[in-house]
C-alpha cells in the first residue's frame, strides 16, 4: 500500500458546525502533515506530526485542532470556521521527519465554510 | 515573504520537444529540492529530488540541475507527452525544519499535439 487517503473527499459545513478531515497511511512513515492550498496558489504548511508527536504548528487558528491517535491516522478537527477557511487541506506523509524525504500527498479535502 | 519562486506561470510546448521550468530561491539554509506534479482535484504527485550536495540528477525523462551559486533550479522533462499537462510546483527545505516544504507559486504546463 503506497497510498495516502483521505476522508471525506469534500465537505460543506456551517461556521457553528464541528467536522473532522481523517487522513490514513499504511506504508510505516513516521512523519505526518497538513497543508492547505487556496485557489491558484501552493500548498502552505499547517502542522507536523513526528512520531505522533505535534513537532510543528504554523501559527495556525485554535479553530484548527490536530490529532494523531496513532502512526496511522492523522486528524483534523474543525468548529466554528470561518468563509475564508475554504481550501483544499492536503495530507501528507513521509518515512521519517527531517530533510532528503519526499513527501507523499493524498488527494485532498475540498472544504466549503458557509 | 516567497522564498521560493516560480516567475512563469505558464508553458506551452509541443508534444516530443523538450520542457524547461525554472524556479529560484532566496534562502541559502535550503538543503534539499523537490519537484512535483499536481493535476486538478488530486494531491500533487513527487516528481524528482535533489540535495545540495549535487548539480544534476536524472529519473527517466525527468531531470533536475540545481545551480547553488544561482539560488536557481530547473527542471527537464524530454520528451514531453500529452500526460505531462499538469501544474509544476517546486519545492524547498532546510535540514532543521522537520521537512516543512515551502513551494513556489507553480507552473501551468500544457503539451500540445
Known amino acids: 500500500d503506497t497510498e495516502v487517503t483521505q476522508t471525506p473527499k469534500h465537505l460543506v459545513m456551517g461556521m457553528t458546525n464541528k467536522k473532522s478531515l481523517k487522513c490514513e497511511q499504511h506504508?510505516?512513515?513516521?512523519?505526518m502533515y497538513w497543508y492547505k492550498q487556496k485557489a491558484k496558489k501552493p500548498p502552505e504548511l499547517m502542522f507536523v506530526?513526528?512520531?505522533?508527536?505535534?513537532?510543528i504548528n504554523e501559527s495556525v487558528p485554535s479553530r484548527f485542532s490536530p490529532e494523531c491517535p496513532n502512526s496511522s491516522l492523522l486528524n483534523l478537527h474543525l468548529h466554528a470556521l470561518q468563509p475564508e477557511d475554504s481550501a483544499l487541506y492536503l495530507c501528507?506523509?513521509?518515512?521519517?521527519?527531517?530533510?532528503?524525504?519526499?513527501?507523499?500527498f493524498g488527494p485532498g479535502t475540498r472544504l466549503t465554510v458557509l | 515573504d516567497q522564498q521560493v519562486k516560480q516567475n512563469s506561470p505558464s508553458l506551452s510546448v509541443q508534444e516530443g520537444r523538450i520542457s524547461i521550468l525554472n524556479c529560484d530561491y532566496t534562502?541559502?539554509?535550503?538543503?534539499?529540492f523537490l519537484w512535483y506534479k499536481k493535476y486538478p482535484a488530486e494531491g500533487p504527485t513527487f516528481l524528482i529530488s535533489?540535495?545540495?550536495?549535487?548539480d544534476k540528477n536524472e529519473d527517466g525523462r525527468f531531470t533536475v540541475f540545481l545551480n547553488k551559486s544561482a539560488k536557481h533550479l530547473s527542471l527537464h522533462i524530454v520528451p514531453s507527452q500529452p500526460g505531462d499537462s499538469a501544474v509544476y510546483f517546486c519545492?524547498?527545505?532546510?535540514?532543521?525544519?522537520?521537512?516543512?516544504?515551502?513551494f513556489g507559486a507553480g507552473t501551468q504546463v500544457v503539451v500540445t499535439p
Open positions: 501528507a506523509s513521509s518515512p521519517s521527519p527531517g530533510t532528503y524525504n519526499e513527501q507523499f
Open positions: 506504508m510505516g512513515h513516521r512523519a
Open positions: 506530526y513526528s512520531y505522533e508527536k505535534l513537532s
Open positions: 534562502n541559502s539554509m535550503f538543503d534539499y
Open positions: 535533489i540535495s545540495s550536495i549535487k
Open positions: 519545492a524547498a527545505s532546510r535540514r532543521d525544519s522537520w521537512g516543512k516544504l515551502q
